[in-house]
């Protein structure tokens, strides 16, 4: 499944959209790369969309959460998907600045 990544209409971010594997890999990053340029205290990530994330994806993400927190803001991620939580199960403490909205 391909990955699509779109603005968010009502707050700073984007919206994923597809799977964030070893084929999509080059996209997240570039997807990525424009998330955490984003103006604003928080920055939005809507996962609702993301069907699958293996370890490299989540790693991508915590690098871009450690990017947005360096330029003292926040990433905020929204509806991670199963992998995601699996993931973050295995790997806690590489995991741990990883931030989901309630």
């Known amino acids: 499944m391909p990955l ?10 984007a919206l994923l959209r597809g799977s964030c594997d070893l ?28 069907a699958f994330l293996d370890a490299a994806a989540v790693a991508a993400l915590v690098q871009a959460n450690a990017t947005v927190t360096g330029q003292g803001r926040r990433l905020l991620l929204h509806h991670p998907p199963y ?20």
């Open 83 to 102: 992998s995601l939580r699996k993931v973050v199960e295995m790997f806690p403490d590489e995991c741990a600045a990883l931030e989901v909205a309630a």
């Open 23 to 50: 084929d999509t890999r080059p996209f997240l990053s570039a997807a990525l790369g424009v998330v955490v340029r984003i103006p604003g205290p928080v920055v939005h990530l809507d996962l609702s969309g993301v």
């Open 4 to 13: 699509t990544a779109q603005p968010l209409r009502d707050r700073p971010g």
